[in-house]
T-cell receptor
């Protein structure tokens, strides 16, 4: 079946503009993650959704960043008033079920990412 | 806090050479450890994992052993192929909390024929 898809693959925007990045997880996957990869850096956790539970937003770097997940499927990451330091590759991943304290690890499947460039 | 440090790349090897990519970690408690690989033009995918000390993860000829005493999870392969050219990421998650992963900065491997 289809993997995780993300759109757009590339986005160039001007400083101060808002952008929306989209993630389509694998069908049936209840958990969805957003990460950011800045040049030369590792992946930075941003936010995690699991089913209908409140998302874990602890990784969002500022209140300019927000994300939602509609109907437990598609997710949108929104960055308001973009800054040059927001330039990075934004990665989305999904997994089969939640990974709580009593759960075993479930593999995350990653999308190809959206490369965001803020001029 | 939690963090992962891996050797900087790029690493360039000839085909059939021995590969080691170093990874060390800092963690509270007893984390689970992972290696992810990103082939050119593709998304990250899990390569192998180990969930407790002394476990060895293995896949596609790659191996890594969870060393608690040295807080390391070095990736090794005895004989690399051109098709192994990719970026490799070491990562950890806290035991019982797989919501958050901490990734290293990635090591690019180039294998020449």
């Amino acid at each position: 079946g289809a993997g995780v898809s993300q759109s757009p693959s590339n986005k160039v925007t001007e400083k101060g503009k808002d952008v929306e990045l989209r993630c389509d997880p694998i069908s049936g996957h209840t958990a969805l993650y957003w990460y950011r990869q800045s040049l030369g850096q590792g992946l930075e956790f941003l936010i995690y959704f699991q089913g209908n539970s409140a998302p874990d937003k602890s990784g969002l770097p500022s209140d300019r960043f927000s994300a939602e997940r509609t109907g437990g499927s598609v997710s949108t990451l929104t960055i308001q008033r973009t800054q040059q330091e927001d330039s990075a590759v934004y990665l989305c991943a999904s997994s089969l079920r939640g990974q709580g304290a009593m759960s075993t690890y479930n593999e995350q499947f990653f999308g190809p990412g959206t490369r965001l460039t803020v001029l | 806090g939690n963090s992962v440090t891996q050797m900087e790349g790029p690493v360039t090897l000839s085909e059939e050479a021995f590969l080691t990519i170093n990874c060390t970690y800092t963690a509270t408690g007893y984390p689970s450890l992972f290696w992810y690989v990103q082939y050119p033009g593709e998304g990250l995918q899990l390569l192998l994992k180990a969930t407790k000390a002394d476990d060895k993860g293995s896949n596609k000829g790659f191996e890594a052993t969870y060393r608690k005493e040295t807080t390391s999870f070095h990736l090794e392969k005895g004989s690399v192929q051109v098709s192994d050219s990719a970026v490799y990421f070491c990562a950890l998650s806290e035991r019982g909390n797989f919501n958050k992963f901490y990734f290293g900065s990635g090591t690019k491997l180039n294998v020449k024929p």
